[in-house]
């Protein structure tokens, strides 16, 4: 297996534009989580899914984030519109239940 | 290349004991150091961030400590209560954006 994939990798846009990221579970995991990683508040949990259902949500930051996963191999995560504080590195994960969590390689996104 | 380690792997403790988790890096080159707590089935939870200008950082009952020079960390927890039990990661960010964890810490405190 290729491991959880990320598109893009890296990511810049101006302030107000909508950003969507991407990411590809590993098959036969049933969860997925998206992370946000800063150099100030560290790796925060935005939201997961069990079996493409949200389950908790509780630390996308505002309305202005949104997440999908229609179907068991892609979920997405988006940003309308994007501000320069938007400005991480976003980690998808996935694991088979209670098992290890597997990392993407993130995508930087740069908001100007 | 960083390499992250926690030991042990395992730990079980009497409700009420105060314990110690140990967490050790090889590249002292870090800017910040996280742990967390995992639960079955849900995302990890953050517990502590520590900047790697700071020694310690303190919220509630835990209270961890980062020595950069000795390449470690430690997650002291005072009064332990069952619903403590849980694996607890540490993690350091790489300079490629890679945030590498250790195995973890198995938790169970004992009612």
């Known amino acids: 297996d290729a491991g959880v994939i990320q598109s893009p990798r890296h990511e810049v846009t101006e302030m107000g534009q909508e950003v969507t990221l991407r990411c590809k579970p590993i098959?036969?995991?049933?969860?997925l989580f998206w992370y946000r990683q800063t150099m100030m508040r560290g790796l925060e949990l935005l939201i997961y899914f069990n079996n493409n259902v949200p389950i908790d949500d509780s630390g996308m930051p505002e309305d202005r984030f949104s997440a999908k996963m229609p179907n068991a191999s892609f979920s997405t995560l988006k940003i309308q519109p994007s501000e320069p504080r938007d400005s991480a590195v976003y980690f998808c994960a996935s694991s088979f239940w209670q098992t290890e969590q597997y990392f993407g390689p993130g995508t930087r996104l740069t908001v100007t | 290349k960083q390499e992250v380690t926690q030991i042990p792997a395992a730990l079980s403790v009497p409700e009420g004991e105060n314990l110690v988790l140990n967490c050790s890096f090889t590249?002292?080159?870090?800017?910040?150091l996280q742990w967390f707590r995992q639960d079955p089935g849900k995302g990890l939870t953050s517990l502590l961030l520590?900047?790697?200008?700071?020694r310690e950082q303190t919220s509630g009952r835990l209270n961890a400590s980062l020595d950069k020079s000795s390449g470690r960390s430690t997650l002291y927890i005072a009064a332990s209560q069952p619903g403590d039990s849980a694996t607890y990661l540490c993690?350091?960010?790489?300079?490629?954006?890679?945030?590498?964890f250790g195995k973890g810490t198995r938790l169970h405190i004992l009612p």
């Open positions: 993690a350091v960010p790489n300079r490629d954006d890679k945030i590498i």
């Open positions: 098959s036969g995991h049933n969860s």
């Open positions: 590249d002292s080159a870090i800017y910040n």
């Open positions: 520590i900047q790697s200008s700071q």
